[in-house]
């Protein structure tokens, strides 16, 4: 791999082993994400947890980005690319087949949610309307495994995620500039893909500082300052990513690193402790919490008013869950044996 400048300096190889510290930054990450689907809207630290979750994932999801060319784009898609929307359906036909039950939908209804799913971005809601990571995050993988297959020096990559990045903040959303919704949110790769990118570039080359404690206090230090002018009206961050509501491209472009950089720091730290344990845990199973949270939450209020600690306990849990009980039982199935759970 090529690089040039500042880049051959500070580079960091890279491991196949499975690192404990990213499973917990991504469990800690899909706790975020469950809270801010239930936690009140149009306060700060709801604006706050929107600042870097979402973020937080591209960036993880550039990590082990390897470069892939036309030769080898066939073998990608069987394996990385077709899986990504075979579990899409797979969740989506499920969930909608929930709602047409819980929520007692006519026919009518629920044959426009399969059409919807097949459109996705913002056209889902409800039980789906986190779908439009997946189709952003599969299309953002993909083009990034190419830019690294055809532009291996980093400083050429840069520029363009820049370019890029840019141009996501240029227009209010998709359906105000051309008049309908994009299938699958994908205009937001514009957004995501320099997040990828970045997340690729701090894994192999800035991954010895990003992940030392000094660098989570000043992650802390960031956030409170920015926090606290959010709150007194001083500035206006917002990072909505699913809606296009994206008011300040500067701060997008730093404030996120920066505070997940010192989230890794933080996962880094916890590692291997009570906490981090779970954490691991739960960071190994967070698509399927993506997936079930919010229909975890609507199931909920049909038997009352819960509580938000409730909502998110209970949205993370049950799908995780389900998702061991389901290995569980695929194991036994092909043979792993009465243990195939622990």
């Known amino acids: 791999m090529n690089t040039e400048g500042?880049?051959?300096?500070?580079?960091?190889?890279?491991?196949?082993?499975?690192?404990?510290?990213?499973?917990?930054a991504k469990g800690l990450g899909i706790i975020a994400v469950v809270l801010g689907h239930f936690y009140p809207r149009n306060t700060t630290f709801y604006e706050s947890l929107y600042w870097w979750h979402m973020p937080l994932f591209f960036m993880i999801g550039g990590f082990f980005v390897k470069p892939t060319t036309l030769p080898t784009l066939r073998d990608y898609l069987r394996r990385r690319f077709w899986p990504m929307f075979k579990q899409y359906f797979g969740y989506g036909v499920g969930l909608i087949l929930l709602n047409f039950v819980v929520e007692?939908?006519?026919?009518?209804?629920?044959?426009?949610?399969?059409?919807?799913?097949?459109?996705?971005?913002?056209?889902?809601?409800?039980?789906?309307?986190?779908?439009?990571?997946?189709?952003?995050?599969?299309?953002?993988?993909?083009?990034?495994?190419?830019l690294r297959g055809y532009m291996p020096k980093v400083w050429q990559e840069a520029v363009l995620m820049a370019g890029l990045f840019w141009l996501g903040f240029s227009y209010p959303n998709a359906e105000a500039a051309l008049g309908f919704p994009i299938p699958g949110n994908l205009d937001l790769v514009l957004v995501a893909l320099p997040y990828m990118f970045v997340g690729w570039w701090l894994f192999h080359y800035a991954r010895q500082v990003v992940t030392?404690?000094?660098?989570?206090?000043?992650?802390?230090?960031?956030f409170a300052v920015l926090f606290t002018a959010q709150s007194r009206g001083q500035i206006d961050f917002l990072l909505y990513m699913k809606s296009h509501h994206l008011t300040d491209p500067l701060l997008a472009g730093w404030a996120p690193v920066i505070i997940c950089g010192g989230l890794f720091a933080g996962a880094k730290i916890v590692s291997g402790t009570f906490a981090g344990n779970w954490l691991d845990r739960i960071g190994r199973s967070t698509l399927p919490i993506m997936y079930g949270h919010k229909a975890v939450g609507y199931v909920l209020e049909k038997f009352g008013d819960p509580n938000i600690l409730v909502l998110v306990i209970a949205g993370v849990t049950i799908p995780l869950f389900l998702a061991y009980a389901g290995r569980c039982v695929r194991e036994r199935w092909q043979g792993g044996g009465l243990y195939a759970f622990n």
């Open 104 to 146: 007692q939908r006519t026919p009518a209804f629920t044959l426009d949610y399969l059409r919807r799913l097949v459109y996705g971005g913002t056209e889902l809601n409800g039980y789906l309307s986190v779908f439009w990571f997946m189709t952003v995050y599969a299309f953002s993988s993909l083009l990034f495994s190419l």
């Open 6 to 24: 500042a880049f051959q300096n500070v580079k960091v190889q890279s491991t196949h082993q499975r690192i404990e510290w990213i499973d917990v």
């Open 212 to 222: 030392k404690p000094w660098f989570m206090v000043v992650a802390v230090g960031l």
